[in-house]
Each structure stands twice: as C-alpha cells, then as structure tokens.
C-alpha cells in the first residue's frame, strides 16, 4: 500500500506542472484607439437642411395642403475643448397657398394666393460626449433660444394688411455628429422649438385655435472645421 501511495503521490507531483502549463493566460484586449487631437478652440462654418412638423399642423395643412416643409440655411459654431459647443445658425421657410375661410367644419378656398416665411435666427449651446470605441461618432444636446419671423403676403393684402411680426422661443436639440474626413463633417439631430402666440390672433390659424410656430424636425448638417 505504500508503494501504491507513493507512486499516486509521484504522479500528482509531474502531471500539475504539465495540466498549468496548457492552461494559457488570455491575451489583453486591445487598448482602445485613441482621442483624435482637436484644437482647443475649434470654429466652424455648416451648412443644414431640416423637415420640420408644425405644431400648427391643422392650420398648414389647411392653406398648404401639408402640414409639414422644409428649412434651409446655414451658421457657424465654436466648439471649445471638444466637449462644449455654442452655434449659432439662420435658416428659413417659404411656402404659397391659398386664403380660404371655414364654416361649419367645412374649408372653402378662395384661389387668392397666400405666400408664408418664417426665419428662425438660433442660439444654442450644449455638450459633446467624448467616445473611445468610437472616435468619429460624437454625440451631443444642446439648449437655446431662437428669434423667429413671421411674414405673411396676399395678392390684394394692402401693407397694413400684411403680417410681419417676430417672436422668441425655447429651441432643444440632440444628435450625433459624424467625422468623415480631418476637416469634413456631417450630424444628424433632432430639433425642437416652441414659439407661442406668433399666429392665432386671426384667420385660420385663430379658428383652429393654433398659435405655435414651432415644431419638431429632422435636421442634417454638412460641417466644414474640425
């Protein structure tokens, strides 16, 4: 029996070393790739695009045969230590339908034609997240405010009759900006404004019973700056 014990014993002694030795540490994982370098103080020029949902949508639906349009314009921003950003941007609307009054539910267009524009002048600033994985997707929010004009002309409209008149209001927005080359860049947000008490005072817009021109939008951007 001792014999046996010992030779157990012996076996035990040779054969750890061997099984820890087919037991091989798992290689690290790969460092993520490292922050682009970014100038302190970035500024940069863009130009945007965005298809906007008025709040007002019964009224624009009414005399424009859709409740939704499209914005155009452009801006700057200035990014500062890659993490907080301040833009500034302008960007309008214009559309041309037709007057019409309502009675009884019921619609009735007049063939007089009714030109709208409205130009949103913004200011926002928000923060940029910093992500290692991925260095060229940069994600962001922001809050601001926005000086909007509203003009509204008709054929037969005297200038008394026309509508220009201007409004402030609260202006949020998130998305993601997307690196594509060292100086080139395109973000994909979401926008929202609110802009109370701009129509509503008469015409269709006071039968509904609508007086936000703001509204939800998707915008997109082409940034050139880094």
Not at 70 to 77: C, K, L
Request: hydrophobic residues 40%.
């Amino acid at each position: 029996m001792k014999t046996i014990s010992a030779a157990c014993l012996l076996t035990l002694v040779l054969t750890s070393p061997l099984a820890a030795q087919t037991r091989r540490p798992r290689p690290p994982s790969p460092p993520p790739p490292p922050l682009p370098s970014y100038p302190a103080f970035a500024p940069r020029a863009f130009v945007e695009i965005s298809e906007q949902q008025f709040a007002a949508k019964e009224t624009f639906k009414s005399v424009f045969g859709e409740s939704a349009g499209p914005f155009r314009g452009g801006g700057v921003d200035l990014v500062l230590n890659r993490s907080l950003f301040v833009e500034i941007s302008a960007s309008q609307y214009k559309k041309t339908g037709q007057r019409l009054f309502r009675s009884e539910g019921k619609d009735y267009r007049l063939g007089i034609p009714l030109s709208v524009k409205v130009t949103p002048i913004e200011l926002i600033g928000g923060y940029r997240l910093r992500l290692r994985r991925w260095p060229r997707v940069i994600p962001y929010a922001g809050i601001g405010f926005g000086s909007f004009k509203y003009e509204e002309t008709s054929q037969f409209n005297t200038d008394e009759e026309n509508v220009d008149v201007k409004k402030k209001g609260l202006v949020l927005v998130g998305g993601a900006e997307f690196r594509v080359f060292r100086w080139v860049g395109v973000s994909l947000d979401a926008h929202y404004s609110h802009v109370s008490d701009i129509i509503g005072i008469g015409g269709i817009s006071q039968e509904f019973k609508e007086d936000d021109l703001g509204g939800t939008a998707a915008r997109f951007r082409v940034i050139i700056g880094r």
